[in-house]
């Protein structure tokens, strides 16, 4: 397999994103998210009633989709546990996981992620949209000192 | 003829799901394209090596913002027909520190978590399973707290609304805050290398 492409330039790619958000707007009033499609996995899980495939949930389906074909065309689809240097693959996928968990429980205390509060909501000029991603930047700014090892 | 085009009655139920779907294409598209769904990326951000992550948010951003605020302009689009998310200000300002917290520590973020999922990184999956968990949980939890969880509710609120300024200043500020942000993240590239 021949290398893997080198990843867009960030503002193209961010003008292209910014576009796909206007998309939504237009097309259906809404913007676009993924800690939704998370929440309502977990109602369904829980026993939930509702449709299981919604706006939401469909879109992130499409997400998968869309990541994967585009690695697939670039040659970066491969197996692997993205890490730094010095970390184990076992470390790095608890660590992933404890992560992932906090995440969840911010998300669902703010009522959205990086997706539909940082994006949808920043865009849409939401109050409560930039304090989330004023305080998610700056927790992550004072964790990282913590972590730094990890990610060398 | 008025957009959000749902609400104008243009697709049925089933064709927005399928909008939704290639919305989401496109959305997974685009952040696979940007390197965004690679955890290493993503953690440039907070190393100050690689600051991927802000430029691709912010000129996000600033495209969707400039774009409804013409389209409104020319009475193409009702923003106020748009969704916007609900403001509940303690709740968003400490969701957004767990939130930040657990983005450095799992290295990905919900969505891009998906992406490095669709591309064969088991970070990504790991992430998910987290994710789940933390929802599950914090979903049962924190209804239960409505002291904190329903804190500080300020429903539909808007910078325009707060700073007492029209939109179109609003927007002028948060471009003029992403073009200086741009300029400061190029000079602290060069500065780390």
Redesign the interface.
């Known amino acids: 397999m021949s290398a893997p492409k080198p990843?867009?330039n960030?503002?193209l790619?961010?003008?292209?994103?910014?576009?796909?958000?206007?998309?939504?707007?237009?097309?259906?009033?809404?913007?676009?998210g993924?800690?939704g499609a998370?929440?309502r996995?977990?109602?369904h899980?829980?026993g939930g009633g509702g449709p299981w495939?919604d706006?939401?949930v469909?879109?992130?389906?499409?997400?998968?989709?869309?990541?994967?074909?585009?690695?697939?065309l670039?040659g970066?689809?491969?197996?692997?546990?993205?890490?730094?240097a010095d970390r184990s693959?076992s470390g790095?996928?608890?660590?992933?996981?404890?992560?992932?968990?906090?995440?969840?429980?911010?998300?669902?205390?703010?009522?959205?992620?990086?997706?539909?509060?940082?994006?949808?909501?920043?865009?849409?000029?939401?109050?409560?949209?930039?304090?989330?991603?004023?305080?998610?930047?700056?927790?992550?700014?004072?964790?990282?000192p913590i972590?730094?090892r990890a990610?060398r | 003829m008025i957009?959000?085009?749902?609400?104008a009655g243009v697709?049925s139920d089933s064709a927005?799901?399928l909008?939704?779907?290639?919305?989401?294409?496109?959305?997974?598209?685009?952040?696979?394209?940007?390197?965004l769904?690679?955890?290493?990326?993503l953690?440039g951000?907070?190393?100050l090596t690689d600051l991927?992550v802000f430029?691709?948010?912010?000129?996000?951003?600033?495209?969707?913002?400039l774009?409804?605020f013409w389209?409104a302009r020319l009475g193409w689009?009702d923003?106020s027909?748009?969704?916007?998310?609900?403001?509940?200000?303690v709740?968003?300002?400490?969701?957004?520190?767990?939130?930040?917290?657990?983005?450095?520590?799992?290295?990905?973020?919900?969505?891009?978590?998906?992406?490095?999922?669709?591309?064969?990184?088991?970070?990504?999956v790991?992430?998910?399973?987290?994710?789940?968990?933390?929802?599950?949980?914090?979903?049962w939890l924190?209804p239960r707290v409505p002291a904190?969880?329903d804190a500080t509710p300020?429903g539909?609120?808007?910078?325009?609304?707060?700073l007492h300024i029209s939109?179109g200043a609003?927007?002028f500020f948060?471009v003029v805050v992403a073009l200086t942000g741009?300029r400061a993240a190029t000079a602290i590239e060069r500065s780390r290398r």
């Open positions: 990843y867009a960030p503002y790619a961010g003008a292209g994103l910014g576009l796909v958000l206007l998309a939504a707007f237009v097309v259906a009033g809404r913007g676009l993924a800690s998370f929440i996995v977990s109602e899980l829980r495939f706006w939401i469909v879109e992130i389906i499409g997400v998968v989709a869309g990541g994967g074909l585009s690695a697939w670039a970066r689809w491969r197996v692997a546990v993205d890490r730094g693959a790095r996928l608890a660590a992933a996981a404890g992560g992932g968990a906090l995440m969840g429980a911010g998300a669902v205390l703010a009522r959205g992620c990086t997706s539909g509060l940082g994006l949808t909501g920043g865009a849409m000029l939401s109050v409560g949209s930039w304090l989330f991603i004023a305080a998610a930047f700056a927790a992550g700014y004072a964790t990282m972590v730094r990610w | 957009a959000p085009l749902v609400d697709f927005s799901l909008l939704a779907l290639a919305i989401g294409v496109a959305f997974g598209w685009a952040l696979e394209r940007a390197g769904g690679n955890a290493r990326k953690m951000q907070f190393t991927t430029k691709v948010m912010f000129s996000a951003i600033v495209t969707a913002m774009g409804s389209l689009l923003l027909r748009v969704y916007v998310p609900d403001t509940f200000i709740p968003q300002i400490l969701g957004g520190l767990i939130f930040g917290a657990g983005f450095v520590a799992g290295g990905l973020c919900p969505g891009t978590s998906c992406v490095a999922a669709a591309t064969g990184r088991l970070d990504g790991a992430v998910i399973a987290g994710m789940l968990a933390g929802v599950t949980g914090a979903g924190l904190l969880f300020r539909v609120l808007t910078l325009p609304d707060a939109y609003a927007v948060v741009f």
